[in-house]
């Protein structure tokens, strides 16, 4: 790949999706974004490069952030946050919440699905707890394909396999010929939003828990530094955020600190 065409390609990335990419990255661009080129009937990444410069067709710019978005998700991922919600961040929560009886959970680039999902089961099993509650979960992502999968509640054998116990498959998940469908209670507890997370976060109103995991790894100290920020002026004293167990808040933001003993987890500060 040409300098020139790595260059505009990283620079454009950025300015629509925070991806941060340094030039050992190239085989990323390469292998993501040469179907996109196929797909317009461009030869090659310089042809692409060549027609992004020369029109300012939106479609084409959300196909290749889209394409370089990574999806990867999956049911009940690493455990242990899920663990920590239902068993350490939800209890003095509902305490704090018994006059209001509401909750609102975020979870920031949601990709297909399943991590909001995975918060609707556990709140599910809690519903002796949480009956006459109002319990708000929202999945935002910068991939209208990927949402539109989300929406749908409907995951292959493959997927389902990765981290959703079988007891929990079996209680709220129905076969449809070759793929999974979630039950229509627990799909009803999530609503997804296309939402970019450098752009105003304030419409989307304010949450206890945000889960952004995985997230700023992709983003330079700039990026991660107004995400973070923003993303505290959502959330009440007391509120919650969930980051990836290889990310920090360290040198990035005095917005949150961390909570002892809980890896990843961060109080608002």
């Not at 060549?50 to 959300?62: E, Q, V």
């Amino acid at each position: 790949m040409k300098s020139g065409d790595f260059e505009y390609l990283s620079a454009l990335l950025k300015k629509h999706s925070g991806l941060a990419l340094t030039a050992e990255k190239t085989y990323l661009l390469e292998s993501r974004l040469l179907p996109v080129s196929k797909k317009h009937n461009l030869s090659d990444l310089s042809a692409l490069v060549g027609r992004l410069r020369t029109t300012s067709n939106k479609d084409l710019i959300s196909e290749v952030v889209e394409a370089m978005t990574t999806n990867e998700s999956f049911f009940f991922r690493d455990t242990r946050p899920f663990d920590t919600l239902r068993d350490v961040i939800l209890p003095p929560l509902l305490e704090e919440r018994k006059m209001k009886r509401r909750i609102r959970i975020w979870c920031a680039a949601a990709s297909s699905g399943q991590e909001p999902y995975s918060i609707a089961i556990i709140l599910n099993e809690l519903a002796r707890k949480l009956n006459g509650w109002k319990i708000e979960i929202v999945g935002t992502d910068i991939s209208n394909d990927i949402l539109d999968k989300a929406k749908s509640g409907r995951y292959s054998q493959f997927e389902v396999q990765r981290g959703m116990p079988v007891t929990l498959l079996m209680k709220y998940f129905t076969q449809s010929d070759d793929a999974w469908e979630i039950q229509s209670g627990i799909r009803e507890m999530v609503s997804f939003k296309y939402w970019n997370l450098l752009d105003d976060l304030s419409p989307l109103g304010k949450f206890d828990i945000v889960f952004c995991r995985n997230v700023l790894i992709y983003f330079d100290a700039e990026t991660k530094t107004k995400v973070l920020n923003n993303i505290s002026g959502l959330m009440p004293k007391d509120g919650m955020l969930f980051l990836g167990g290889a990310e920090n808040v360290l040198g990035v933001t005095k917005n949150f600190e961390p909570v002892k003993d809980q890896r990843g987890v961060y109080a608002v500060a």
